[in-house]
């Protein structure tokens, strides 16, 4: 039995080397990165790993070389000189007021100025950093190093709310601009975060800073690679897989379905996410563990706010430009969607510099999908777990009645405001709904000016739909037959229904349906 002992949510890493936790071996990209450079930017998911990197820097420049005994630093390094180091961790649980981020800053450097003095007359926060940053240097001899985890949080947790997020912009960016004018007393600073805000607004100040979110010799900084994987945990590979009675091969396939597939940049290597994989070897089950620890409702209020088709997730296609910079008042949600980690680079178009995103695993784009439902259909997020395992008995038993009323359940009460985007509405609605419902049943979703075709296969049954918007369900029955959808499946010995369906812009609803059903002899 391996007697390896899991690091869930533990982000210090004198922590994890003193009390023995697992441990994949970073620090020889941490070598190479401090040896090439000065300031750095890192933008990666929650739970990816960002704040055990800036521990890691931390016991790195505090001198503390018996925690990198038997890792890569230990070889590597040979002056291990201590400098005095001033780290900032913005993820504070609400902002909600322009006094909360400087309260939260202002307790931060309570602490330094405690340990290295401080001027009494200096006033702003970007003052009082200025001053801390050079006596630092002066008492210890050694030039500082800076350390900011989350320094997006105030950002994104003022989406929406314009005022207070130019607020906390100009702040921020006044405060991170300090680092430049005081280069001379800086050895090294790093700044992490989910996303990044535009170089136009926080970082504008700092504008010599690295960004190495999309460069591919850093691409597993965070995060675990299949290399990684192996290398570290084969043994608990095999125990996992005998715990689930199957074999080697298959839990190592469910496992990169489940877990790997983010792409950092084009032609990088799938890292898997460090939260999840971790928790399922320590558990030895597969589970949403990522989406457990909460997906922020930020990211649904931006896809409604800008009318976005969510028919297009699943196929987006953006420039590097856009993934790599978030602007407020820009109307694309996907530069945040991406670099929140619900969405991934799935391919590249080097004539043209074009990404192509798409969810990077099933326990992303289950969960996400299943966390838009009650968003957007009328059910709350306590019954829509149990709605679609409805939804998919009923499939699965030929119940198509039950399906369609249970449907209809789904568009009662649509906000009248809707009504402007009702089409849209409509389509992301049977979207999400066929999306969780094709987890369980094979499905295939097209759409194309205000209508659907759908096909839903399960072991008995086939099911051919066409939906239209304020036309009738006999149009739609008749365009299943005019353009013979159900061709493909001549020789198919399960039942097949052709349903035509119409949704009515006045009720906002499924308005009515009409079944064939094709018995094979």
Same mark, same amino acid.
């Given at each position: 039995?391996?007697?390896?002992?899991?690091?869930?949510?533990?982000?210090?890493?004198?922590?994890?080397?003193?009390?023995?936790?697992?441990?994949?071996?970073?620090?020889?990209?941490?070598?190479?990165?401090?040896?090439?450079?000065?300031?750095?930017?890192?933008?990666?998911?929650?739970?990816?790993?960002?704040?055990?990197?800036?521990?890691?820097?931390?016991?790195?420049?505090?001198?503390?070389?018996?925690?990198?005994?038997?890792?890569?630093?230990?070889?590597?390094?040979?002056?291990?000189?201590?400098?005095?180091?001033?780290?900032?961790?913005?993820?504070?649980?609400?902002?909600?007021?322009?006094?909360?981020?400087?309260?939260?800053?202002?307790?931060?450097?309570?602490?330094?100025?405690?340990?290295?003095?401080?001027?009494?007359?200096?006033?702003?926060?970007?003052?009082?950093?200025v001053t801390l940053i050079r006596l630092a240097a002066e008492k210890t001899g050694q030039r500082v190093v800076i350390l900011v985890d989350e320094y997006d949080k105030p950002m994104l947790q003022t989406i929406g709310k314009d005022a207070?997020?130019?607020?906390?912009?100009?702040?921020?960016?006044?405060?991170?601009?300090?680092?430049?004018?005081?280069?001379?007393?800086?050895?090294?600073?790093?700044?992490?975060?989910?996303?990044?805000?535009?170089?136009?607004?926080?970082?504008?100040?700092?504008?010599?800073?690295?960004?190495?979110?999309?460069?591919?010799?850093?691409?597993?900084?965070? =995060?675990?690679?299949?290399? &990684?994987?192996?290398?570290?945990?084969? @043994?608990? !590979?095999?125990? +996992?897989?005998? #715990?689930? *009675?199957?074999?080697?091969?298959?839990?190592?396939?469910?496992?990169?379905?489940?877990?790997?597939?983010?792409?950092?940049?084009?032609?990088?290597?799938?890292?898997?996410?460090?939260?999840?994989?971790?928790?399922?070897?320590?558990?030895?089950?597969?589970?949403?563990?990522?989406?457990?620890?909460?997906?922020?409702?930020?990211?649904?209020?931006?896809?409604?706010?800008?009318?976005?088709?969510?028919?297009r997730i699943t196929h987006e296609e953006t420039s590097a430009e856009v993934l790599n910079s978030i602007d407020s008042t820009s109307d694309n949600p996907i530069p945040v969607i991406y670099q929140s980690g619900y969405l991934t680079i799935?391919?590249?178009?080097?004539?043209?510099?074009?990404?192509?995103? =798409?969810?990077?695993?099933? &326990?992303?784009?289950?969960?996400?999908? @299943?966390? !838009?439902?009650? +968003?957007?259909? #009328?059910? *709350?997020?306590?019954?829509?777990?149990?709605?679609?395992?409805?939804?998919?008995?009923?499939?699965?038993s030929g119940d198509y009645e039950s399906f369609f009323r249970r449907l209809q359940s789904f568009f009662a009460d649509t906000p009248y405001e809707l009504i402007r985007d009702l089409e849209l509405h409509y389509q992301n609605v049977l979207?999400?709904?066929?999306?969780?419902?094709?987890?369980?049943?094979?499905?295939?979703?097209?759409?194309?000016?205000?209508?659907?075709?759908?096909?839903?296969?399960?072991?008995?049954?086939?099911?051919?739909?066409?939906?239209?918007?304020?036309?009738?369900?006999?149009?739609?029955?008749?365009?299943?037959?005019?353009?013979?959808?159900?061709?493909?499946?001549?020789?198919?010995?399960?039942?097949?229904?052709?349903?035509?369906?119409?949704?009515?812009?006045?009720?906002?609803?499924?308005?009515?349906?009409?079944?064939?059903?094709?018995?094979?002899?």
């Amino acid at each position: 039995m391996s007697n390896k002992i899991y690091p869930i949510g533990i982000q210090n890493f004198e922590k994890i080397r003193t009390d023995g936790y697992f441990y994949v071996d970073k620090t020889a990209l941490i070598y190479q990165m401090v040896k090439t450079g000065s300031y750095y930017f890192l933008s990666r998911p929650r739970r990816f790993g960002k704040s055990l990197l800036i521990s890691t820097l931390e016991a790195y420049f505090s001198g503390k070389k018996e925690l990198f005994a038997g890792l890569a630093m230990e070889k590597l390094e040979k002056e291990w000189i201590k400098h005095p180091i001033i780290h900032l961790d913005l993820n504070a649980k609400k902002f909600d007021t322009e006094d909360d981020l400087i309260r939260l800053v202002d307790r931060q450097l309570l602490v330094y100025e405690s340990l290295y003095g401080s001027c009494s007359k200096d006033e702003t926060i970007d003052d009082r950093f200025v001053t801390l940053i050079r006596l630092a240097a002066e008492k210890t001899g050694q030039r500082v190093v800076i350390l900011v985890d989350e320094y997006d949080k105030p950002m994104l947790q003022t989406i929406g709310k314009d005022a207070l997020q130019e607020e906390y912009r100009n702040t921020l960016k006044a405060f991170y601009g300090v680092m430049k004018s005081m280069d001379g007393y800086i050895k090294f600073a790093m700044l992490t975060g989910v996303t990044k805000f535009g170089k136009v607004s926080v970082f504008s100040d700092l504008n010599n800073l690295d960004d190495i979110s999309m460069w591919n010799q850093y691409i597993n900084i965070c =995060g675990i690679s299949e290399q &990684e994987l192996h290398d570290n945990l084969e @043994k608990e !590979l095999h125990e +996992f897989a005998d #715990n689930k *009675n199957t074999t080697y091969d298959e839990i190592c396939k469910e496992l990169r379905e489940c877990y790997d597939g983010y792409h950092f940049t084009h032609n990088s290597i799938g890292i898997y996410n460090p939260f999840s994989l971790l928790n399922a070897f320590k558990r030895k089950e597969f589970g949403n563990y990522w989406f457990e620890t909460g997906t922020p409702t930020y990211l649904v209020e931006l896809l409604k706010k800008h009318h976005y088709n969510l028919q297009r997730i699943t196929h987006e296609e953006t420039s590097a430009e856009v993934l790599n910079s978030i602007d407020s008042t820009s109307d694309n949600p996907i530069p945040v969607i991406y670099q929140s980690g619900y969405l991934t680079i799935k391919g590249y178009d080097p004539e043209f510099g074009i990404y192509r995103l =798409g969810f990077p695993n099933r &326990e992303v784009e289950e969960g996400f999908v @299943k966390f !838009l439902l009650p +968003f957007y259909a #009328n059910t *709350n997020a306590v019954e829509s777990p149990f709605e679609i395992q409805k939804f998919v008995r009923e499939v699965r038993s030929g119940d198509y009645e039950s399906f369609f009323r249970r449907l209809q359940s789904f568009f009662a009460d649509t906000p009248y405001e809707l009504i402007r985007d009702l089409e849209l509405h409509y389509q992301n609605v049977l979207f999400i709904v066929f999306k969780l419902v094709g987890f369980y049943t094979k499905a295939e979703y097209h759409t194309s000016e205000g209508r659907i075709d759908l096909v839903l296969q399960t072991d008995k049954f086939i099911y051919i739909m066409e939906f239209k918007l304020d036309g009738t369900a006999e149009e739609a029955m008749q365009q299943i037959n005019e353009k013979n959808y159900a061709q493909p499946f001549e020789q198919d010995e399960r039942k097949l229904f052709k349903i035509g369906v119409n949704f009515s812009a006045k009720t906002r609803n499924i308005e009515k349906w009409i079944v064939e059903i094709n018995q094979k002899k």
